[in-house]
């Protein structure tokens, strides 16, 4: 059962409706009547979480793995860290709406076992900003274990790519020119992983996708910490019936989990200690 969250009732507002099966991500982005979310659009790895999590218009990789499967160090031969780490899928422990009839919101706790045998525990809180506007999103992850492990985290924001059309770009300061057409690369799929800690302004960075005509013009404004998400991943796919964009703040670039560590970009997050993430997106 999904929980809906609204800036108003009447038609030219929006609503999110939270997926309780799988950490509270979202299912639906819908404004002015117009659902963002690629639906059954996605192109399929094989593993039943992601297909389900990447038809919503968000959903969480991480807490201790992002991307594709890598081994585990020192586990069992063959052991591999899944799809885009251990929470997608989770159902949540327990929720609690909060914030004002105007404004609501949502807190959420989910229990997670990682892939190492350890545990975390996601505390995660949506909200409408004070003018209705944007929609914010607030994350803290505990050691809830007895080891310590490597945190990782990517947000995937998820767009039907039939949305976009000859002038919507991806536009930021941490892009190249500036601006990016949405159909960037070569052949019927790409992505690119930026540093966005370098142009951020007060420690968060911002970027657009659009305009859509959609919606009258209007363009997704994405912003996002990067104290602890200090790249921005951006993916598209056109392949067979696939088709969409997705913005993706991330916690660490693209490398294996052996380079990350021999790098040094891998620290622990050590019994009790947390690490918080935190975005805000609106259509305007």
Do not use: K
Not at 40 to 59: E, V
Request: net charge negative; hydrophobic share 40%; with cysteine.
């Amino acid at each position: 059962m999904s929980i809906s969250i609204s800036s108003r009732d009447d038609a030219d507002g929006f609503q999110i409706l939270l997926d309780r099966q799988s950490a509270l991500d979202i299912g639906a982005f819908v404004v002015d009547g117009t659902d963002l979310a690629p639906g059954i659009a996605i192109p399929s790895d094989g593993d039943l979480r992601i297909d389900h999590a990447l038809q919503g218009f968000f959903f969480t990789c991480g807490p201790d793995h992002v991307r594709h499967p890598e081994p585990i160090a020192g586990g069992p031969e063959g052991r591999l860290y899944p799809l885009h780490g251990s929470l997608c899928g989770t159902p949540v422990g327990r929720t609690e709406m909060t914030g004002a009839d105007d404004r609501p919101g949502c807190f959420a706790e989910t229990s997670v076992d990682l892939a190492d045998g350890g545990t975390a525990l996601v505390s995660r809180h949506w909200a409408i900003s004070d003018d209705a506007s944007e929609i914010t999103l607030s994350d803290r992850v505990t050691n809830t274990g007895e080891t310590a492990f490597a945190p990782m985290l990517m947000y995937h924001m998820n767009i039907g790519g039939w949305l976009c059309g000859e002038s919507t770009l991806i536009s930021g300061a941490m892009m190249a020119d500036g601006s990016e057409h949405f159909l960037f690369g070569e052949g019927d799929s790409a992505h690119l992983c930026l540093p966005a800690a370098e142009t951020a302004v007060d420690g968060w960075a911002r970027l657009a996708l659009g305009p859509f005509e959609a919606l009258g013009g209007r363009s997704l404004q994405v912003r996002f910490r990067v104290d602890t998400l200090p790249f921005l991943q951006i993916w598209r796919c056109q392949r067979g019936t696939a088709d969409v964009v997705s913005i993706e703040p991330v916690s660490h670039r693209i490398a294996s989990r052996t380079a990350l560590a021999e790098a040094g970009e891998l620290p622990l997050l050590h019994p009790g200690e947390t690490i918080d993430y935190a975005l805000a997106f609106r259509v305007g």
